[in-house]
Nanobody, 126 residues
């Protein structure tokens, strides 16, 4: 059973930055990937970004491309999401995820990730 420990959410003004961290208890292998989804209450979970173990590929939602950067510290089994130039519409609960998505096209699909963190609130004020 993998455990995901999230940290780094909070309140920031529009245009500011935050960095989220997610520490995994699992050594990666195969098609293992970690990433982030966000959710506004009453709405579906939306893909934000992902990192894949094989080839160290990174993937982003169009809405955050150029603003967010996902990276990984392999020695610490930790994935980071650096969020810059934040906008109020990014306000949501951010969930760290881990799993073995069946191919690149599936990496943005919530059901491909079997492990989910408890979520961390990110609030961007205008």
């Amino acid at each position: 059973q993998e455990e995901l420990e999230e940290s780094g959410g909070g309140l920031v003004q529009s245009g500011g930055s935050l960095r989220l961290s997610c520490k995994s208890s699992t050594r990666p292998y195969g098609e293992y990937a970690m990433g982030w989804f966000r959710q506004v209450p009453g709405q579906e979970r939306v893909f934000v970004a992902a990192w894949r173990w094989r080839g160290s590929g990174t993937y982003y939602a169009d809405s955050v491309q150029g603003r967010f950067t996902i990276s990984r510290d392999n020695a610490k089994n930790t994935v980071f999401l650096q969020m810059n130039s934040l906008k109020p519409e990014y306000t949501a609960i951010y969930f760290c995820v881990a799993g073995w998505p069946a191919g690149t096209p599936r990496i943005t699909t919530p059901s491909e990730y079997i492990y989910w963190g408890q979520g961390t609130q990110v609030t961007v004020s205008s």
